[in-house]
Nanobody, 127 residues
Framework: QVQLVESGGGSVQAGGSLRLSCAASGYTSSINCMGWFRQAPGKEREGVARIYTRGGSTYYADSVQGRLTISQDNAENTVYLKMNSLKPEDTATYYC????????????????????WGHGTQVTVSS
């Protein structure tokens, strides 16, 4: 089993920045793909960014390309999501997810591909 705990959410004004963290514990050697998803009220959960932890390949949704950066600290079993130039439409609950996927599958992985999920952290961006 793998446990994921997100932190770093909060309230910021448009144009501001936040850094989310996702700390993994448990059988972390079993996972090699981690991602960030978000869900706004009344909307479906959508993928934001993913990283293949064994090689560092990353993927970003078009809506966040250039503003959000996913990174990892393998020694700390932690994945980060640095968010710059935040917009009100970025307001959502952000979830960390992890799974064991091939590298080529990780970058295109969807909700159903991840077996482990955190409880989420709220990000609110005001205009």
């Amino acid at each position: 089993q793998v446990q994921l705990v997100e932190s770093g959410g909060g309230s910021v004004q448009a144009g501001g920045s936040l850094r989310l963290s996702c700390a993994a514990s448990g059988y972390t050697s079993s996972i090699n793909c981690m991602g960030w998803f978000r869900q706004a009220p009344g909307k479906e959960r959508e993928g934001v960014a993913r990283i293949y932890t064994r090689g560092g390949s990353t993927y970003y949704a078009d809506s966040v390309q250039g503003r959000l950066t996913i990174s990892q600290d393998n020694a700390e079993n932690t994945v980060y999501l640095k968010m710059n130039s935040l917009k009100p439409e970025d307001t959502a609950t952000y979830y960390c997810a992890a799974g064991n996927l091939r590298a080529t599958w990780c970058v295109g992985a969807g909700l159903a591909d991840f077996g482990y999920w955190g409880h989420g952290t709220q990000v609110t961006v005001s205009s």
